[in-house]
């Protein structure tokens, strides 16, 4: 595992623990892989042709979209509302509302050890139809800095 990742994952954990977001291997995994291709291998933390803010480029309608429905759920009730902006500057606030974003979702996250299947959930929920990367795209940006086989 490169530094970096070990960085990211070590971070993850622990704004998962910071605001008692629910916490399981499959989600730290794919926070990562999320994380690592988005911020591309965490070079970017904003879109450069777009609003997309954070390593996990959360775009800021998505963004008050998690912040709805934390609020409703009692998310992160100390740190919401709180300005978009703060996505770039708090990268424990920014796993925290990625987070809460992949909660919405009613499927189940998939195996820790699924690594292909993950890549598969993070462009079909995370990414959508709409959005350019691919699964492969996920997977191969996880492998190289998180050197798993």
């Known amino acids: ?3 970096i990742a070990e960085v990211c994952r070590n971070q993850i954990i622990q704004a998962l623990d910071y605001y008692c977001l629910p916490f399981s291997e499959s ?3 794919l926070l990562c892989m999320i994380a ?5 291998q965490f070079l970017y933390n904003k879109q450069i042709r777009g609003p997309a803010l954070s390593p996990f480029q959360i775009e800021p309608a998505s963004y008050l979209d998690v912040c709805e429905y934390a609020d409703r759920k009692l998310y992160m009730p100390d740190d919401i509302p709180s300005p978009v902006e ?8 920014a796993t925290g509302i990625a987070r809460v ?13 699924d ?7 993070a462009k079909k929920h995370w990414n959508t139809y709409l959005g350019k990367a691919t699964p492969d795209m996920y997977f191969s ?9």
Request: proline share 8%; hydrophobic share 50%; glycine share 0%.
């Open 36 to 40: 690592a291709h988005e911020s591309n």
């Open 141 to 149: 940006a996880y492998m190289e800095l998180f050197n798993e086989q």
């Open 115 to 121: 690594l292909r299947l993950m890549a598969i959930y």
């Open 1 to 3: 595992m490169k530094p």
């Open 27 to 29: 989600a730290v995994r």
């Open 101 to 113: 974003f992949l909660l919405r979702i009613p499927e189940p996250l998939p195996a820790e050890h």
């Open 86 to 93: 703060r996505l770039l500057f708090d990268f424990k606030f």
